[in-house]
Structure formats: structure tokens, C-alpha cells
């Protein structure tokens, strides 16, 4: 008997049972062990949700006993990395990745018919659920009629892309999609799409396994917070995992984070999380799995622990993991979840040595970091960084520091003005205690008859209809619209650039007098340029926070010391007098926010507006391109396809540097998604073929159409690079001539001289969104090798799905320490037989005056898998390429 075989038990024999679903079995962890339930005991809980889903695939696409053998023998101290084969049960996207993932599925279709196969081939085979959310802007704002306004202006510019969206709703199985207008995919997920455990018929059994995830999106880790595995991938790794293979996870550290104490009166979660984003950067999680333990677990709600979990991109960790407790089960039942579901929870955490007990010994860990939650202070992060935490009352000095601003003023636009204050992102309006504690303050400070600077462009865009439904029950909208956070939409918006246009007056004002101005947000992400063009300094804080610097309107004001403004009665209004306690916040809490409130809003949601259900459809198992589109266009990755080896492994010979970047290069830079100027080269193809500026949309929308993408890469008008100088934006030398031009221009005139590109990085590059056209990007532009001192996670394996090297220095080299000055070239020689996980790459510097020298760079290839995915020329070629080789389809996974 195998294994598996042996490890399958019947739930209800395991100290549980479950009313009225019997029958129901489970694949048993303890039993594959001689310690049993002891020695699962201490592995930390991540790791067991792991070896679960290896242990259940065990015989599919090559999964053996000794992967789970070597997942139930790690121990803290071990060194080397597992690879783990990891089937997720389901994927998750948003449209900005979501519906370039089902082009590239269109276009999967297309190769495999032209192989002489059936399009259905190419069909997802676990459950996708796409939300379209991100392609929300913010056109209007601060009255009534923006909420149907910009839903509006929302249709008209993305019509096409929806019609494709409901092309795969019709033709691809198991793909779901809840149409724009209803919120943000992270939040939707958190109350309504997670399950935390699912069930599935395998031959004569139902099995009950974990609700485990990979999503489009770097915040797919939000649902961390409620006990499910899942984090974010690029939109290459995710369409493989929806054809049934798996994703490789190199497991490396798993990080214990123990909390204790409790939050002090009047600091928000959004506080918390600011501060844990500080110190576990400075910790350096960055590929780890993080998980959370210890006494703060009893008493801390989930939806902090789902505000902690969304923001595990900012301090680098795979994952954010909170374990199946008691409150994860109050949660589910406050969220209108199914009673006997919820006990259906209970009992497989239980049984399958999930289930966090506050009286259980703790797990191992490879490292352990304590944090007090009673030394949280209020704070806020910026300019420029999520991890750049500032205590409220140093928030001034940081700004000075930061630029050469004048003295604020307070009766006119000046250095530190506030000109977007925007409540929005799945982070915090996902968390009803904050969104209360806004909506309280703008009724203490209506009372005062305090009202928002004029120049400000403020805004409320909720990650759910649920949070509309319960400011509107508690009367607290209300006292938000009179402030100007009237709802503009229900999606992502501002936290995702999507801020819309300032009044033309204030823009002209910023630029005439080259103010220094700033953006205040409840978002999770504040990197140069992604705002807003205009905010050269941006703030994450919480709702409230966000609030009152509308009212003070400068960022140069000391909320702790200063007042916020004067009332109509002609006194100062400190933000102390008008901030809510907590007590009032749990009051409204308890009154507004029940299960029936969440049943309402989500009973419908795939219906979608009246403009949603008039889109036509077009029909037919391939997708008809229409050649004069400039939103869809069959991508090239399969161009020219055949079995043979791929030019991204041989010889690179006399490659030019094409950009050399600084530190902390995010895929903002890389590829923006905001507004498209008109005079880049993206704009420039657009306005040539009949589009009007007007018209452009931003480049998020524009990511099914390649040619506007890879114009856009690197154009981020914050981007410096040391090839030019002093220069901001998507510009660099053209070598041997030395001649300035954009990047796209470059990148092609290397491309007509047979010339290779290599990118050359400072640390932590492709921090941020996991958005996979910063690596598709790349690649067309003709980059065979990025060099770099570290990688974010996400994006080094982004990179590596679309055939491009990452390498690394060795700890001791820079950039600067070689002196380059981007004249070089640099030959790398028998590259694939180089290229290994963990090995060395030793390549050839050539300076323009003749002189050479060796290199010995790291190979960021960190598993077999991998190796085999770039050999391939990444993920699509190796996915058509096995369906070529078999006559038969790709081993289907049990789910």
C-alpha cells in the first residue's frame, strides 16, 4: 500500500464529526508519519498545509513519496532549499493581469490548432475566478454622481476587454468572473471566494482538502489572514497552474513572527501594519514564508490579521500565514458563510492538524522575530516606500529631509500641499474598524464645520459593496459626503495609480511654481510616480489619518502638536478633539456590520450591471482577433514555434548595457500602470493609429496589447538611470554612437544590429506589484540577462517564465565597486551548460578601452523546474512544447 493509499482516512474517525456530511475523507498528514500528530506538531502550520497538497498528488505530474519526504523531515536549521511541488486549488486575478493571462490562453489555443490539435486542449482545470477591478479611475470625485459617472467612463474606454472576459466565461471551463463595479479582488476574496477548506469526488469519496491559492496579484496574500495558503505570481506561472501543472515553491526559511500584548487606544490597524512592514524589511524576509503565532492570536481580530497579510509584498515574504483559530471561525459565520460549512472547517482543521490552539506548544521556526503590539504608535509611511515608517510626529522632518521644500502655507497650494486624499485599497477598506473610525471623525469634524482644502481631489473607493451597505446603515456616509469622500467606484483606484486628473487650475499651479505636493492614501503602495504624476511625495496611512490631512492640508503640519484648522466658530481644531475612541468605533461595529448585510450584497454579484449583461459576447472555442484593435492583440510569445532549443540559451556575445538602475527598482518603473503621456513612444503609436489622447486609458488597461506595453517598459517618468545623468524617465544612451533616445527606441536599434541587452541593477530589484509585463516587457525589448545585487521574489521568477537570466553580483561586487559606466560589453559563454540552480556564471566585462575582466555572477535559477522553464524559453513555449511531444493531454490534477 502506498503512502497515499494510507494516509486516506474517513474525517469523522478523528476525535470530529460533521452533521449531515458524512462520508467525507480526508488524506491524513499524521498517518504518512511514525510520530503522528506529535510529530507534525512542530512543523509550523504553513509548511502542513504544504505537505498536505504534496501528499494529495502524489502520482500526478511527477510528484513522489520522497517530496514529502523531504517536506515532513525540514527542520529550522536546514540550509538547503526544498522544492516543493505545489498544485493550488484555485486561481485568482484581477483584470489588469487577469485578462492578458486569458490572451495569452487565446493565443495557447491558436499554437495548439496550428499543431493540428483541439483548441479545448488548452482549458484551465482548477476553478479561476477573475474580478475586474483595477480598471476603475477616478474621473470624478467629491460629489453624487461620481460613483455612476466613472462606472460609466469605466465601460466606454474597456468594452473590448469585457467582451473577451465574457468570451472566457463561455468558452474556457471553470472560469468565473465578477463583473467591475462590485469591489476589490482581495477583499471579494476574503468574504465571499475563499472557503478555507473545499471537497472534491474522487472515485467512490468526497475528499476534504485546504483552500489554497495563486493569484495575479502580489496581494493575493491577504487571504493569509484567514487561514488559507496562497500568494501572488505572474501571470505566466498562473495560467500554468491553471492548466493542472505545478508551481514549483523553492522553500527556504519559514519566518515565526510572535505577537503579544495589544494595540494602545487609538492606534488602528493600518499603525500595526506600518510598523510590522518596518521591522520585518529590516529582518529580511524576503522569500521566506512568514508565519504568525503567539498570544496576541487570542484577542486579535481577522480582519488586522487579513490588513497584515495583504501587505507581505511590501516586506518581501512569499506569504503572511495566520493559522485556522476560533476567530477565523467567527469570522466566517459574521460574513454570512454556511453554518454547516463552518463546521465543516472546525472539523478537518482539527482532524488534519490545522487548527490553532491557544494552549498548543508553539512551532519551530527557522528564525523568530517578537513584536509588542502595545509599542505600536500612530504613523504613517512615505515618501517613497511602504517599509519607510514615520511616527505621526516626525512626519514633517521626514518630508524636509527628504526634499528642499519651502514653509508650508496654509491658505494656498505650497511645498507639502495635499492634493489627492484618497480612502482606498483592498488593505484598509477591507477592515471595518478603520473604515468606522473615518467615518466617526468626519461626523466630529462636520460637527466643527471643518471641510477639505479646495485644492484637494478627495475620494472613498471601497474594496466592497458590503463597506457601502454599512456606512450607509450607520448614517456615517453621510458625514463622509459632506467632507468630499463621497463613493467613486468600487475597485482598486487610487492604490493602483488610478487617481484621474487634478483640476487643471491646481496642475498648472504645481507645475508653473514646481511644487512640491503630496498624495495621502489608505493604500499599500506609495512608489514614485504611481499615485499620481503631479504628488511627488506620497503617504500610506490609515482612513482616518487620511482624513485629517485633507483638513489640514499640508503635509508639513504637526497633527500631534498643531491645529488642523479653525471651526466655524472661529477656534482650532486639534485632530485630538475629533478623533473617536475605541469604544465608539466596537458600538457602531456591533450594530451595523451582520451576516445578512453580507449575504445581500454578494447574493447577486455575478449578475453585474445592466451595461455588464448587454455585452455581446463573441463566440467560438478560438478568439477571434480583430487586427485594427489597439486594446487586444494576439501576443507574440509564440511566434515561430518549434521544439528546438531557444536562442535565450546560447552564447551571449558583446551584449550592450541597456539600463543601469539604482536600489529598490520597482515594477512601477519597469512597467508603469498609469496615465500614457502623449509624446512617449507609446503614445505616439497609439495617437497613429486615430486615438485620441483622451482616449489613451492607462497602461493597466492597455496590457493586451503588446505593442503599447513593451513601448511603455521603463517609461515611468520617476525612473533614473545612470546611463543618463540628471535625466528622469524612459530614456538612455544608445552605445557605440552615445546618442540619448527612449528606451524602446534604443532597444529596437540594437535589435536591427543583432545586439544583445543586459540590465544591470542595484539591490532589491522588482520590488512591488507582480505584474508579469515587467518581465514580458523586458524581454521583447531584447534583454537576455538582468544583473542585479538582489531580486524580489515575484519578479526573478517572472523573469525567468519569460526566458530571461537573472544573475546576481557576489556580495562584494556593485555596480560601482566595477566602475561601470555602461560603455561595456560583456560576453557570457556555453550559457546553458552554465546556468544551474545555485551555481555560478562566469562571464566577460569588456571596457571600451580594450581592457577585460572576469566575472563570477550568481545564478538566481533556483530549482530544477525553473532551469527547465527558462531552457524552454519560458513557461508558454514549455507548456505548448509538452503538448506537441504527447498525443495524449497533460496528466490532469484531481481537483
Known amino acids: ?28 498528514i499524521a498517518a504518512t508519519t511514525s510520530g503522528g500528530a506529535d510529530a507534525i506538531a512542530r512543523l509550523p502550520f504553513c509548511l502542513r498545509a504544504l505537505a498536505e497538497n504534496v501528499l494529495r498528488h502524489i502520482g500526478t505530474n511527477d510528484v513522489e513519496e520522497a517530496d514529502l519526504r523531504h517536506l515532513l523531515a525540514w527542520r529550522p536549521e536546514l540550509e538547503d532549499v526544498i522544492a516543493v511541488p505545489f498544485h493550488p486549488a484555485r486561481v485568482l486575478m484581477q483584470d489588469y493581469t487577469g485578462i492578458p493571462a486569458l490572451v495569452d490562453l487565446a493565443a495557447l489555443r491558436d499554437a495548439i490548432v496550428a499543431q493540428g490539435q483541439a483548441a479545448t486542449r488548452i482549458n484551465p482545470r482548477i476553478p479561476v475566478d477573475l474580478v475586474i477591478d483595477h480598471s476603475l479611475i477616478v474621473d470624478q470625485a467629491g460629489h453624487a454622481g461620481a460613483l455612476t459617472y466613472n462606472l460609466g467612463r469605466e465601460f466606454e474606454r474597456n468594452t473590448e476587454r469585457y467582451r473577451l472576459a465574457k468570451w472566457a466565461t463561455a468558452t474556457l471551463s471553470k472560469v468565473r468572473v465578477v463583473p467591475p463595479g462590485n469591489g476589490i479582488v482581495h477583499q471579494i476574496n476574503l468574504e465571499r471566494i475563499a472557503s478555507i477548506v473545499c471537497t472534491q469526488e474522487e472515485g467512490a469519496h468526497v475528499v476534504v482538502f485546504p483552500d489554497t491559492m495563486v493569484g495575479t496579484d502580489s496581494h493575493s496574500t491577504m487571504v493569509n489572514g484567514i487561514g488559507v495558503l496562497g500568494w501572488g505570481v505572474g501571470g505566466i506561472e498562473a495560467e500554468a497552474a491553471m492548466l493542472g501543472l505545478p508551481i514549483t515553491v523553492p522553500l527556504r526559511r519559514i519566518v515565526g513572527v510572535r505577537l503579544s500584548g495589544s494595540l494602545r487606544a487609538g492606534v488602528t490597524a493600518t499603525d500595526l501594519v506600518l510598523t510590522l512592514t518596518q521591522q520585518l524589511r529590516a529582518f529580511n524576509v524576503v522569500d521566506a514564508l512568514v508565519e504568525f503565532f503567539g498570544p496576541a492570536l487570542d484577542t486579535l481580530a481577522v480582519t488586522d490579521r487579513a490588513t497584515i497579510a495583504n501587505m507581505a509584498p511590501e516586506y518581501g515574504s512569499t506569504a503572511a500565514f495566520f493559522p485556522i483559530d476560533a476567530a477565523t471561525l467567527r469570522y466566517l459565520t459574521a460574513s454570512g458563510r454556511d453554518a454547516a460549512h463552518v463546521a ?44 519607510d515608517r514615520v511616527e505621526l510626529d516626525a512626519i514633517c522632518d521626514s518630508f524636509r529631509a527628504a526634499f528642499s521644500s519651502g514653509a508650508p502655507a496654509r491658505d494656498r497650494l505650497s511645498d507639502g500641499a495635499v492634493i489627492i486624499a484618497a480612502i482606498t485599497s483592498c488593505t484598509n477598506t477591507s477592515n471595518p474598524a478603520v473604515m468606522i473610525a473615518a467615518g466617526l471623525l468626519a461626523r466630529n469634524a462636520r460637527a466643527r464645520g471643518l471641510k477639505p482644502r479646495p485644492w484637494i481631489k478627495t475620494s472613498l473607493t471601497p474594496g466592497s ?29 487610487t492604490c493602483g495609480g488610478n487617481s484621474g486628473q487634478l483640476d487643471e487650475a491646481v496642475e498648472n499651479q504645481i507645475h508653473r511654481e514646481d511644487i512640491i505636493a503630496t498624495a495621502v492614501l489608505s493604500g499599500n503602495r506609495n512608489f514614485e510616480a504611481r499615485i499620481h504624476p503631479m504628488a511627488r511625495a506620497n503617504y500610506l496611512m490609515s482612513p482616518p489619518l487620511v482624513i485629517a490631512y485633507a483638513l489640514a492640508g499640508n503635509i508639513q503640519i504637526d497633527l500631534t502638536r498643531d ?32 451576516p445578512t448585510l453580507f449575504e445581500t450584497q454578494y447574493r447577486n454579484i455575478l449578475d453585474g450591471s445592466p ?66 503621456p502623449a509624446e512617449s513612444p507609446a503614445g505616439l503609436y497609439l495617437r497613429e493609429r486615430g486615438v485620441k489622447p483622451v482616449d489613451f486609458n492607462a497602461y493597466g488597461s492597455r496590457r493586451a496589447n503588446h505593442e503599447v506595453m513593451v513601448r511603455g517598459t521603463f517609461a515611468n517618468i520617476r525612473l533614473s538611470n545612470e546611463l543618463v545623468p540628471g535625466v528622469l524617465g524612459g530614456q538612455t544612451k544608445c552605445f557605440p554612437e552615445g546618442e540619448v533616445m527612449p528606451i524602446y527606441d534604443a532597444a529596437m536599434r540594437y535589435a536591427a544590429r543583432g545586439v544583445s541587452l543586459v540590465i544591470v541593477a542595484g539591490r532589491e530589484y522588482g520590488t512591488g506589484s507582480s505584474r508579469d509585463w515587467a518581465a514580458k516587457g523586458t524581454s521583447l525589448l531584447g534583454v537576455r540577462v538582468v544583473i542585479a545585487e538582489s531580486f524580489e521574489r515575484i519578479h526573478r521568477s517572472n523573469l525567468i517564465m519569460m526566458g530571461v537570466l537573472p544573475l546576481e553580483f557576489p ?73 506537441s511531444e504527447a498525443s495524449t493531454a497533460i496528466p490532469r490534477s484531481r481537483h
Open 1 to 28: 500500500m502506498s503512502v497515499r493509499e494510507a494516509a486516506l482516512k474517513a474525517l469523522d474517525s478523528i476525535e470530529a464529526t460533521v452533521p449531515a456530511q458524512p462520508g467525507l475523507h480526508f488524506y491524513s
Open 611 to 676: 451595461e455588464w449583461r448587454a455585452l455581446d459576447a463573441p463566440s467560438g472555442v478560438v478568439f477571434p482577433w480583430d487586427a485594427s484593435s489597439t486594446y487586444i492583440r494576439r501576443p507574440p510569445f509564440l511566434d515561430h514555434f518549434d521544439t528546438s532549443p531557444v536562442a535565450q540559451t546560447g552564447d551571449i556575445v558583446d551584449a550592450r548595457i541597456l539600463l543601469m538602475l539604482g536600489d529598490s527598482t520597482t515594477t512601477d518603473h519597469i512597467s508603469p500602470v498609469g496615465s500614457i
Open 465 to 493: 459593496r458590503v463597506v457601502g451597505a454599512y456606512l450607509e446603515a450607520s448614517g456615517l456616509q453621510a458625514d463622509l459626503d459632506a467632507l468630499g469622500f463621497q463613493v467613486a467606484g468600487y475597485g482598486c483606484a
Open 563 to 594: 491645529p488642523l484648522c479653525d471651526g466655524s466658530d472661529g477656534r482650532p481644531v486639534y485632530l485630538r478633539e475629533i478623533w473617536p475612541d475605541d469604544a465608539a468605533v466596537q458600538a457602531v461595529l456591533e450594530n451595523v456590520l451582520t
Open 811 to 883: 556580495s562584494d561586487v556593485t555596480r560601482k565597486t566595477l566602475g561601470l559606466a555602461g560603455t561595456e560589453t560583456l560576453r557570457i559563454e556555453s550559457l546553458d551548460q552554465q546556468a544551474r540552480p545555485g551555481g555560478a556564471v562566469r562571464a566577460t566585462l569588456r571596457r571600451a578601452d580594450g581592457s577585460s575582466e572576469a566575472l563570477e555572477l550568481n545564478c538566481r535559477i533556483d530549482t530544477a523546474n525553473e532551469l527547465k522553464v527558462w531552457r524552454a524559453g519560458g513557461m508558454m513555449r514549455l507548456v505548448l512544447g509538452q503538448l
Open 344 to 387: 465543516l472547517v472546525e472539523a478537518y482543521a482539527k482532524a488534519q492538524g490545522l487548527w490553532r490552539a491557544h494552549d498548543a506548544r508553539d512551532p519551530e521556526y527557522s528564525s523568530m522575530l517578537d513584536f509588542d503590539l502595545s509599542d505600536v504608535a500612530p504613523c504613517v509611511a512615505g515618501p517613497k516606500r511602504p517599509q
